[in-house]
């Protein structure tokens, strides 16, 4: 079997990689993916985020090292394992981040990556949509801003953020309104998961020139020499790559298959048991992930655990979903939040605020398995947006179903410390404002108001969980003592390779990852196109 290209992971970044390839008609394009089909009720249904977290037939379950900086805990790490990958199972929130991190981009070595060149790419590839109707149409990737059917204790917390004199945005992801707290926007479309496989997978199969192969693990690269020349799958056979191999397995699956071909860090290959083709050190290393904790209140009106805590609630939602397509179950359950300075002399917002309508119970042991509360309560949560702490993520044997080793060395350096108590902080300024007094029926956990800054680590080291933004393990850069790719992608030292996902970020965003590992894919198309022109 030969194809143009093939693309590893039909993930965030590989969908609209294989878009872009796809598009320029002159090319055939293998998307090989180690999930199945997305074509199931818990991905299509946003309420479904929640069947969809512990799933092993969409998800590959990964669990941390124990993380000394989290007392020695381990983390549970859902990544997407199914046709649209993590956009397939994540938790919807659109944002693009911050136009500051992309010139950091360019300042790290990924020149043309700057908020100037990539604001277009994002302009083209989405549409906005308010109840149920495209307002700016432009793209295949469809944004709802939801807060025509949030619920109404939204509006309280958005008050309150008044209250507090803090700025209440109406898009975030509008150049010079981000800093506030707002209405956050989903990848969702008239009431459904609109993941990237929807927006950009099904129209290039549509063009006939693309092949899906679902269910098939890649095992490794067949390298011959420092020449890529396709993919070996897991059963030994192969896929041949006419012009290029573009690894798209996301932030624990790219470096991994790379470890696994010989190409990363020589002393970690060798302890393995793998023999070191191409000795590039930064593989793995210098990943970067968001932490988040939450905050659970008891509410003194109704919440959506009045909605869906009772038997006939549920049976109302339901029925409104599937009359109406509206409701409680078409929408994410992050409907409110935004970013905030966490004091004035910060430039740019460096705190990411959650106020969840909801408050649940969790099975614990890790792994989310939430009950909802039958009284009435809600979330509040922060996390702070650009942490400095590093990990990384290794392979643990040559073994292709072997789970990688994954080490975030979470709050490990003293910014990350101190941004846990200037998260805190920024909470209280909330909680003390006459509106949320008036809302607030007491903690259900503890809270930023009963500790101090001391308390408030301590804490966050107990409880505090990844945000699911894993990226920069096969990082962009000027060279290969410590990075991967060069700005074109390209790994260093090796022909007929590229890397496209979230692992190729410089750095991690502001935000959530999903929208700047689908920008990254669909710039990766265009670059891939020019230099094949
Ligand atoms: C539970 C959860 C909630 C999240 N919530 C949000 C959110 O609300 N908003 C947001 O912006 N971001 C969110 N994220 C993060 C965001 O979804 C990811 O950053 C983004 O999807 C990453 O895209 P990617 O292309 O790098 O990787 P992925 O989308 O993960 O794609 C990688 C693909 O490669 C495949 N693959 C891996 N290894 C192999 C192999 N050996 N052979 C074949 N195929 C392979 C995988 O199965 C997968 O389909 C969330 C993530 C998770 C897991």
């Not at 950009?200 to 269910?215: C, E, H, K, S, Y």
């Not at 020499?225 to 897991?234: D, I, L, Q, S, Y």
């Not at 010989?262 to 932490?291: C, F, N, S, W, Y």
Request: hydrophobic content about 35%; proline content about 6%; charged content about 20%.
């Amino acid at each position: 079997m030969v194809f143009d290209f093939v693309v590893v992971g039909a993930g965030s970044a590989g969908c609209a990689i294989a878009d872009q390839l796809s598009a320029d008609g002159r090319f055939n394009v293998a998307v090989v993916e180690a999930g199945g089909s997305d074509r199931r009720l818990a991905v299509k249904v946003p309420i479904g985020y929640a069947f969809t977290f512990n799933n092993p037939a969409v998800n590959w379950k990964y669990w941390t090292e124990p993380d000394p900086g989290l007392g020695n805990r381990r983390s549970y790490w859902p990544r997407g394992k199914v046709v649209g990958g993590s956009s397939s199972i994540n938790a919807m929130l659109y944002c693009r981040g911050l136009s500051q991190d992309f010139d950091d981009w360019a300042t790290a070595g990924a020149t043309g990556w700057d908020w100037e060149s990539v604001r277009p790419v994002f302009e083209a590839m989405e549409s906005k949509c308010r109840r149920g109707t495209v307002t700016e149409p432009s793209g295949p990737l469809v944004i709802t801003d939801p807060r025509a059917s949030c619920h109404p204790i939204n509006a309280a917390f958005l008050r309150a953020a008044t209250e507090a004199r803090w700025p209440v945005t109406d898009d975030y992801n509008h150049e010079g309104q981000e800093e506030g707290l707002c209405y956050f926007h989903s990848t969702t479309r008239n009431g459904w998961r609109w993941s990237s496989a929807d927006a950009f997978l099904r129209p290039a199969l549509g063009r006939g020139n693309v092949t899906l192969m679902r269910d098939r693990l890649v095992s490794h690269l067949c390298l011959d020499g420092r020449e890529v020349t396709g993919v070996v799958f897991a059963d030994g056979s192969v896929l041949r790559a006419r012009r290029e191999t573009i690894l798209c397995a996301g932030a624990v699956g790219s470096p991994v298959l790379l470890q696994r071909s010989g190409i990363g860090p020589g002393e970690v290959l060798q302890q393995r048991g793998v023999e070191t083709k191409v000795a590039l050190p930064a593989v793995g290393r210098h990943m970067q992930d968001h932490l988040g904790i939450t905050y659970f209140y008891g509410a003194t009106v109704p919440t959506l655990n009045s909605d869906l805590y009772p038997f006939c609630g549920r049976v109302k939602a339901g029925l409104q979903y599937l009359l109406k397509r509206d409701g409680p179950l078409s929408l994410p359950v992050n409907q409110c939040g935004g970013f905030m300075r966490s004091s004035a002399q910060r430039e740019i917002p460096d705190m990411q605020l959650y106020c969840n309508p909801v408050s649940y119970s969790s099975g614990g042991g890790g792994e989310f398995r939430a009950s909802i509360d039958r009284e009435p309560g809600f979330i509040l949560g922060f996390c702070p947006c650009r942490p400095t702490s590093r990990g990384t993520v290794e392979l643990a044997s040559p073994d292709a179903d072997a789970a990688p080793l994954i080490q975030p060395n979470s709050l490990s350096t003293d910014k990350d410390l101190e941004d846990v108590r200037r998260g805190g902080a920024l909470l209280r300024q909330l909680t003390a404002t006459p509106t949320m007094r008036e809302i607030t029926k007491g903690a259900k956990s503890v809270c930023p108001d009963t500790l101090d800054d001391e308390g408030l680590v301590a804490d966050f080291r107990a409880r505090a969980g990844t945000n699911f933004h894993p990226s920069c393990t096969c990082r962009m850069g000027r060279d290969e003592s410590d990075s991967v790719l060069d700005a074109r992608l390209r790994v260093h030292g090796v022909s007929g390779l590229r890397v496209a996902d979230a692992s190729s970020f410089p750095s991690i965003t502001s935000a959530n990852t999903n929208a700047p590992a689908m920008m990254l894919g669909r710039r990766a198309g265009s670059l891939v196109c020019e230099d094949h022109a």
